[in-house]
């Protein structure tokens, strides 16, 4: 069994780095071990227990599945109601300072007369579909990770639910379960330091093959299929992009393709990947923050620091409301400090840095890894001279009639120009729709040619 230590009102991994050997394989935990799930950890392997002071409360199996795989906005109106137990600011962030990621010291420092975060009481909403529960037990015991790319006997559900490094973890993140398919209406703004925005409108069309009962759904198999088209603005209307992301991307790199209108043909996309821009952002997102963290792992070392307590926006069911338009939501510099809602949760802390030999914009992230969805809730991230660049948070919310966690939306700011970019924000748009089904023929360059045609 793991050893683990207390640090800082958290647990941390005793391990430090691993070795450099290759290939390195991560060890599958015994039937003892795995025996925990359901026991004191939760199924999906949190901790089932409440902290001793009680601020984050023992998990009583969250919310059931319930509404309509269409046409719904994620809602809580108990949660919604309710009124923040105090307030965090650069007045009393001391306080406060172990268990506030480096992206909100940073924004309190900076913005000391405007940036403050609200925290509310600490609700465990999150509740899984039964065949990913029962396939993440099956996992705990007969998956592995080979290096950082390659899961092997993993199906449907979570790979490692009692993870023992770093990368495990981020594959945790990349192999949750969203949902069998969606079509998403994804608004996104740009947002100059003096708060005026730009937007662009895309839908994105995904298919989920691995968590899908009904499919073969193994490791070995896509993660997801993905299609989007740009909406507006007009200069880039019209463009198209498909990815198939590979399972195991030492063995297979991502699949991409790439219509542009004003060239009228299709063809390869090479760089969709690390640290090149994302289609239409205007370099503001790279490819691999995209749903936090995507892609492959290999460029970095990835540390497992342990577990911390930490404040974070969650059950962010406000500032996702269509009730709320988007200029209520965007002020100078961030966003508006009265919508986002803060939690005291649980969260995996993973470290990464840039292996030698490779190449990104960032040297090194910290992941903080929500413990009830496996979500990726924030990441804090560093250029190569080790100085805070860009700082991600995601405002997450669980849906309930998917039983899934997402961001709604999703935030980078940027300490060196001072611009801040949203993503995933469908307020003024429609309601992300659970209820499309596509054959996998819908996701195949063909099928991207006759779109691009029509």
Known sequence: MSTLTRINGGFAMAAVWLLFMAPLVSAKVSTEEAARLGQDLT??????AATPDGRIPAYDGGL????????EYPVHPEIEAEKPLFTISAANMGEYADQLTE?????????PESYRMNVYKTHRTVSWPEHILEATQRNAVEASLIGTDSVKNAVHGIPFPIPTGGAEVIWNHKTRWRGYSVRRYNNQLIVQPDGGYQISK?????????TNVDHNGTSSDFLLYYLSEILSPPRNAGQLLLVHETADQSAEIRNAWLYNPGLRRVRRAPNVAYDNPYEGTDGNQFNDQVDMYNGALDRYRWKLV????MYLPYNSYRIGSPRITYDKIVAAHHLNPELPRFELRRVWVVDSELREGTSHTFGRRTFYVEEDSWAINSVDCYDRRGVLYKFQEAHQVFTQNVQAVGGVPEVIYDFQSGRYFMTA???????NDFSVSYDDKYFMPRSLRKKARR
Do not use: S, T
């Open 43 to 48: 199924a999906f392997g949190a901790e089932q």
């Open 425 to 431: 924000l469908a307020n003024e748009d429609k309601p």
């Open 202 to 210: 895309l839908i994105e069309d995904v298919k989920f093959p691995y």
């Open 103 to 111: 992206g909100h010291k940073e924004l309190l420092r900076r913005f």
């Open 64 to 71: 059931p599945r319930q509404g309509q795989v269409a046409g």
């Open 306 to 309: 342990g577990k911390k307590d």
